[in-house]
């Protein structure tokens, strides 16, 4: 069995000043963000993209992600906890931020910068789209260093099963690991290649919520699931659905509806034609 190697969250000390793992992840995640959408911009200038709009996408969408993870961790997953301990909302340095209130973060700057701009917010949604995933893998490397959002008991024949022993000595699955591979290498490789092409308005930004609804759904069926605001509705509907689950199935649901009738679309206006 592996050791988790116990990192110290905090990457460099500066005298008071101390740099943590976590925050230089949102700043490897911000970086590639900037480097695969000058490829993008490269590769589809067609889209009406340029450097500046994507800095300026970047910086929305920081505050999209950073508002919105930290909002949908205190009210998706702990809102008992930071209820009684107000002050913890600030403290993002120690982690613990939601990918889908970050995910509903992004979805309003995006529609807030498109509205300033004069573009359509499905045509910035799926510009950048095949950018996101990346930056999912950087920050699931940073819950790795942290130790945190460890996965569920594994067998100990299992040759990457893990102990992680702030928890206890069981050897577990390294979910976080397995949350770089799916819904960060995976989903990049899929939607960088699907939106090299042109495609309907919508298609690729109904890729990317099938993608990730889909591998998110699996990933946690490894992880150890945050009761949150389902968890009374888990036990009582006997499904074992963790609160994550649960909110990845309207992801899957809106997702594949959306490529489904832009498919129905696409064939009935090629018929059309014959």
């Known amino acids: 069995m592996l050791i988790h190697p116990d990192i110290d ?29 000058r490829q993008h911009l490269k590769r589809r200038p067609e889209l009406g993209f340029d450097k500046q709009a994507l800095e300026d996408l970047l910086f929305w969408g920081m505050l999209g992600v ?44 995006c529609w807030l910068w498109a509205q300033r701009t004069g573009r359509r917010f499905w045509q910035v949604t799926d510009f950048i789209a095949p950018l996101v995933p990346t930056g999912l893998a950087a920050g699931r490397i940073g819950n790795f260093i942290n130790g945190e959002l460890w996965g569920r008991p594994a067998s100990a024949d299992l040759p990457w099963a893990m102990v ?8 577990r699955h390294p979910s976080q690991l397995y949350q770089v591979g799916l ?79 832009l498919n129905s679309t696409q064939r009935n206006a090629v018929a059309s034609t014959r």
């Open 66 to 109: 950073v508002i919105g993870g930290r909002l949908g961790e205190v009210l998706f997953y702990q809102p008992t906890y930071y209820l009684s301990h107000p002050m913890q909302v600030f403290a993002i340095w120690q982690g613990g931020m939601s990918f889908h209130g970050g995910f509903l973060g992004v979805l309003v700057a």
């Open 183 to 261: 819904e960060g290498l995976l989903l990049f490789v899929v939607l960088w290649i699907y939106s090299a092409k042109p495609r309907p308005l919508k298609a690729v930004s109904a890729a990317f919520l099938l993608g990730y609804g889909l591998l998110r759904f699996i990933a946690e069926f490894f992880r150890t699931p945050d009761a949150g605001i389902f968890g009374d509705h888990v036990t009582a509907l006997g499904l074992g659905l963790s609160t994550a689950q649960w909110l990845c199935v309207p992801m899957m649901l809106i997702g594949g509806v959306m490529l489904y009738k």
């Open 164 to 171: 992680f022993p702030h928890v206890d000595t069981l050897p």
């Open 9 to 37: 969250p905090i990457a460099i000390h500066l005298g008071p000043l101390a740099i943590r793992w976590y925050g230089l992840t949102y700043l490897m995640a911000f970086g590639l963000f900037i480097a695969l959408g």
